[in-house]
């Protein structure tokens, strides 16, 4: 990346890592990608210390949130080499959120160099344990101080890294997700829900919370304009095996296009496994439960990888897939994925990107 300058710190805090007690998301690696967006170009390109930085309280992302993120992951393979996961796909999906928010797009070779670059600088935060990596969440926001309700003249483009284990910890069990039918995750036809925004998130916290109130991990989202419609859960995509097909819902524009997702409906069809991307009504789940039909159900996301779902609960009552545990697709999905990432399985799609120390 032209000009891009690299100041490294001082007092590295990687001693301090407790690999034990790792919380997703609570620890920030030592150094941090940053740009900005002035008088029409991004410039000033660097990698400093992770720390705070100067935000006047009239910034426009605090009050209107014009603001877009990723998240991608980078790993330590059984070669000791890094890679980073499909990165081209979050840069590109960054790059449709900005034009979606008014940002001005990031290029995504820009976004590429940063994020290596930013890796191999922290690459001593990598753990090798089994489900470790270092989960990687660039965000770019408005950061012109003013109160007009517009777009901003002037933005910030940051990108930190976090040392992370698994992001669930259910256990064998599987995540149980409650079926929301009260609120919605986003609006139908022309909203924003298939941005990576922070909009997207702060309007699952209310029905979050009471799903966690009621013991649940997550919500099932249905649509937003007849709550008949599965969407999303939570924070990942879902996939019901319904006897010996794959159904998902299909990418309607209020469904978050994850990379996790693709990847596995790409290893799905390398098995002769065409999933059908449609319309999901939970009604046809119900049935399905009711007719022995419903095998397993998964989510997919860069933070919780490929998870059983062990239990939905619509209108207070259960719906228990059939299967669960080694012999699931669900679990070679996941090894395979996980086996590709790690670079124990042959990267037969070229998805993962070397990391040169
Ligand atoms: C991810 O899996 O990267 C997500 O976006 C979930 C997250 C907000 C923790």
Redesign the pocket.
């Known amino acids: 990346m032209d000009g891009l300058v690299v100041r490294l710190t001082q007092r590295s805090r990687l001693g301090d890592l407790d690999l034990d007690r790792l919380v ?2 609570e620890v920030f690696s030592d150094h941090m990608f940053a740009m900005a967006w002035r008088d029409g170009a991004w410039r000033d390109p660097e990698i400093v210390p992770y720390g705070p930085i100067p935000i006047e309280p009239g910034a426009m992302t605090l009050h209107y949130a014009q603001m877009a ?5 980078a790993f330590v393979g059984v070669d000791g080499r890094v890679r980073v996961f499909r990165p081209d796909r979050n840069a590109r999906r960054l790059r449709l959120s900005c034009r979606r928010m008014c940002i001005p797009e990031i290029d995504e070779d820009d976004f590429v160099a940063a994020v290596t670059r930013l890796v191999a600088i922290d690459r001593g935060w990598i753990s090798d344990r089994p489900g470790h990596g270092l ?1 990687i ?1 660039p965000i770019v926001f408005s950061a012109e101080s003013h109160l007009e309700v517009r777009p901003s003249n002037a933005y910030r483009f940051i990108v930190m890294t976090c040392p992370v284990g698994a ?1 669930f910890r259910s256990g064998d069990s599987g995540l149980s997700l409650k079926v929301e039918d009260r609120f919605a995750r986003t609006a139908p036809h022309g909203g924003v829900g298939e941005a ?1 925004t922070s909009a997207n ?1 702060a309007t699952t916290f209310a029905a979050g919370r009471l799903a966690r109130d009621d013991g649940f991990d997550q919500v099932l989202w249905l649509d937003g304009s007849e709550h008949r419609y599965v969407e999303e859960a939570g ?2 995509n879902v996939f019901f095996k319904l006897g010996d097909r794959v159904v998902t819902p299909a990418l309607n524009g209020a469904i ?1 296009p ?1 990379v ?1 997702r693709e990847s596995i409906i790409a290893l799905l069809a390398d098995r002769g496994i065409a999933v059908e991307e449609r319309e999901v009504a939970i009604d046809e789940i119900v049935g399905a439960c009711d007719g022995g039909a419903l095998e397993e159900v998964f989510v997919t ?4 990888v490929v998870l059983p779902v062990g239990r939905l609960n619509f209108r207070q009552r259960d719906l228990i897939p059939r299967r669960a545990g080694e012999a699931s697709l669900t679990k070679s999905l996941h090894d395979e994925l996980t086996g590709i990432q790690y670079g124990r399985i042959e990267d037969r799609h070229g998805w993962n990107h070397p990391v040169e120390s």
């Open positions: 997703f998301g993120f990723e998240g991608l992951k989960y969440r992001y990576k998130y924070l990942m978050l994850g996790t996301g860069t933070a919780a």
